[in-house]
């Protein structure tokens, strides 16, 4: 660029002519040797690892180092092929060893702003990438710890409900086996998805109650009020499952009174609406949440951000409805 723009302006001030060929042949020959070496001490001295106030400095300081050899090499071989200019000629050897120092560092210094830029902007861009990629990988482990927690906690409560049917009633405990190798066979096929259809999802939730069915027997009136347009919508596997476990263990599972499970589906304003109605009274402290119903609100926060939400309450004396929306793709 250095060689085109000088030509330009020769051209153009009718001062084309062997001696400024020569000269710019030679200026361009000792100042792509001395950038090249110039670069190597960058390298050298680490000056784009460190901090933005040492490169500036350093930047400055080896632009003056390497301007002061381009300086004195144009001086020294431009006399020595008499290459200089007719006004040169009239300076003293200090005059022009200081004219073309400056001249020199004013390019170097140009050349290593755009140097510096160049890196600046394409570590910045790696620094972005290499921050999307961590983020990335974080939300992968924390939806990989979330479910590893989701399935063995299941696993546990369905397995002692199993060992109470053994003795009692070996045909209903063979049936709860079969509704749980279901739930196991769904689960293994949803581990490797972020979101499952509710159809699906719907599946693993009816086996889980017909095992709860056979435990509870009369005490668990179930209910449940479907959207069929709503079964082809995404949602996390086993997080509606999550919820109506919740709801057995915490809710009817803590009294001896009859009780009633109802799963609702809809949709509303763009969103998914979830909702888990069952007996009982909720005795959740802030702060006391419990794994199940953290893990709910953090993957719905890592699959779909602010988007989504997740409350339950008390909404009258004897029922506790949890309800999630979930945003429609």
Not at 116 to 135: C, T
Not at 157 to 173: F, G, Q, T, V, Y
Request: proline share 2%; glycine share 4%; net charge negative.
């Amino acid at each position: 660029m250095f060689a085109a723009v000088n030509t330009f302006f020769a051209l153009t001030y009718n001062l084309f002519d062997g001696k400024f060929l020569g000269r710019l042949a030679l200026y361009v020959a000792i100042a792509l040797t001395m950038s090249h070496f110039m670069r190597i001490t960058i390298h050298w001295l680490k000056l784009l690892q460190r901090g933005i106030n040492y490169q500036l400095i350093g930047f400055v300081f080896v632009s003056v180092i390497f301007a002061t050899a381009v300086g004195l090499g144009e001086t020294y071989f431009s006399s020595f092929a008499q290459l200089e200019y007719r006004e040169e000629a009239k300076l003293t050897i200090s005059q022009k060893i200081s004219s073309n120092v400056f001249t020199s560092f004013i390019y170097l210094f140009i050349w290593n702003c755009i140097y510096f830029i160049y890196h600046y902007v394409a570590d910045s861009r790696k620094n972005q990438l290499d921050n999307l990629k961590l983020e990335a990988l974080v939300k992968s482990l924390e939806l990989k710890t979330i479910k590893s927690h989701i399935n063995p906690h299941f696993i546990f409560n369905a397995m002692n409900s199993i060992r109470a049917l053994i003795d009692e009633d070996p045909n209903r405990a063979r049936e709860a086996i079969t509704a749980l190798s279901n739930i196991l066979r769904s689960s293994m096929r949803s581990d490797h998805q972020e979101t499952i259809s509710l159809e699906q999802e719907m599946n693993i939730v009816r086996d889980y109650l017909a095992l709860e069915l056979i435990r509870f027997e009369d005490r668990l009136d179930v209910q449940y009020r479907i959207d069929e347009e709503t079964l082809d919508y995404q949602v996390p596997p086993m997080m509606l499952q999550t919820l109506v476990e919740n709801a057995i263990k915490h809710g009817i599972g803590k009294t001896i009174a009859d009780g009633e499970i109802c799963i609702e589906s809809s949709e509303r304003d763009g969103c998914l609406v979830l909702t888990v109605v069952n007996s009982g009274t909720l005795l959740i402290k802030e702060g006391n949440e419990g794994f199940g119903l953290q893990s709910t609100s953090s993957r719905l926060k890592l699959i779909f951000g602010e988007a989504a939400s997740f409350n339950i309450e008390q909404v009258d004396a004897n029922r506790i409805e949890a309800k999630l929306m979930i945003p429609i793709a």
